[in-house]
């Protein structure tokens, strides 16, 4: 074995002892509520499919006529030849759904993140971020050469402190809207009211709510009710409750003119097959249309929730389809993971260092197309595994 290969074998046999290593599960069937896993089938709990969209025949149908008319790629950048009819009509419509009078097409949530970062701060100015945003965040504030910071988790009197020792020529505040690991809420009110105060910025990441929060399903900020001046900069995610894949951002004329002449990740990488675009205008119509669709998932939350809680489970404070289940002990998660997967069901088993040292969870997150029944099945299964 080589120098390199040695070295790099042994940091994985240490993060097998610490029962941190990570496997791939071979999945032979779509994301739906069933998931067919090594010829049986496992209730499939740890998808981000919360509106049960990605299985959904209208949207299928959509892809298949996006690609009879466009084919299966764009072939080029949007600025150069990748920019379909099918990518600007979902932007005006993603537009109109969020309030914001343009939208922007990504190929990724992470490169979103990535590239309006990097676009709109530099050196000599300020990030800020809660300690608990997501990994693509985090990495964006790193690479950004502006000096970034990590307010602790909805610290409000932290921010505020942060802000008013600063300097920095452009100051950015950057917060998930629901935290992906704890399934709770940034108080965006707040967090807006300070960062006006300090001339300051806020972005916020929408991933886990757009499509579940808000009365149309608009997301975080309408549901808390901040408009274009309060949260100049919201990014949503397409491959969670739209069931299909990209992200956006939505913000003023200025701010999407800008991120597409500045943003990296934007300018510099292959657009997205057209045919996604088209299934996605098609996921957006159902999204405002079915209203049931969050209706049910809610009841399905509360229902775990009190099941969960019955049962003596340790649960964390959201309100969202992530829900969280407190473990505490990095090898007693992998062991009810298994002990779940044996009576068939599939969730997360989530350790360091996705979470804080010492957090190590089971990550369960509900769907509208789960039933009643299979919550009841999960809840039995939790009983008998983790207590």
């Known amino acids: 074995m080589n120098s390199m290969d040695s070295i790099l074998q042994a940091e994985l046999e240490q993060r097998q002892q610490q029962y941190l290593y990570r496997q791939r599960t071979n999945v032979a069937s779509g994301c739906g509520p069933i998931l067919q896993v090594e010829g049986r089938p496992l209730i499939n709990f740890c998808s981000n499919d919360y509106l049960g969209l990605a299985g959904h025949p209208d949207i299928a149908a959509a892809l298949q006529a996006g690609a009879d008319r466009y084919g299966t790629g764009s072939g080029a950048s949007h600025l ?17 759904f969020t309030g914001r009078p343009r939208a922007l097409l990504f190929s990724t949530g992470y490169m979103a993140n990535i590239g309006v970062i990097n676009a709109l701060v530099g050196r000599n ?4 971020q809660d300690q608990l945003n997501h990994a693509s965040l985090l990495d964006a504030g790193h690479l950004c050469r502006a000096e970034s910071r990590r307010y602790k988790h909805v610290d409000m009197a932290h921010l505020q402190q942060y802000l008013a020792n600063s300097s920095a020529a452009r100051k950015l505040v950057v917060t998930d809207g629901v935290f992906s690991m704890d399934g709770n809420l940034a108080p965006l009110p707040e967090i807006s009211k300070i960062a006006q105060q300090h001339h300051a910025w806020l972005m916020v990441d929408d991933a886990h709510g757009v499509g579940v929060l808000g009365a149309a399903g608009a997301g975080i900020v309408e549901q808390q009710g901040l408009g274009l001046e309060q949260a100049p900069i919201l990014i949503g995610t397409l491959g969670k409750s ?25 300018i510099y990488t292959t657009a997205l097959p057209p045919a996604i675009a088209c299934a996605t205008s098609a996921s957006l119509d159902i999204v405002r249309k079915e209203q049931w669709r969050r209706d049910h998932l809610r009841a399905l939350i509360q229902r775990f929730r009190l099941g969960a809680k019955a049962i003596g489970l340790q649960l964390m404070e959201s309100q969202t389809p992530i829900q969280p289940v407190l473990i505490n002990d990095d090898k007693r998660v992998m062991e009810i993971n298994q002990s779940l997967r044996a009576q068939g069901f599939m969730v997360g ?5 996705t979470v804080p040292v010492g957090s190590g969870r089971l990550r369960i997150t509900l769907s509208a197309s789960h039933s009643q029944q299979q919550v009841d099945q999960l809840l039995q299964a939790l009983e008998s595994s983790c207590l």
């Open 125 to 128: 100015d300020l990030v800020l």
């Open 349 to 353: 088993a989530i350790r360091p260092p």
């Open 242 to 266: 739209f069931g299909t894949f990209g992200a956006f951002v939505a913000g003023s004329e200025a701010l999407i003119e800008t991120l597409i002449q500045f943003a990296r990740t934007y």
């Open 80 to 96: 150069i030849s990748g920019h379909s009819l099918a990518h600007h009509q979902l932007e005006e419509q993603l537009a109109e």
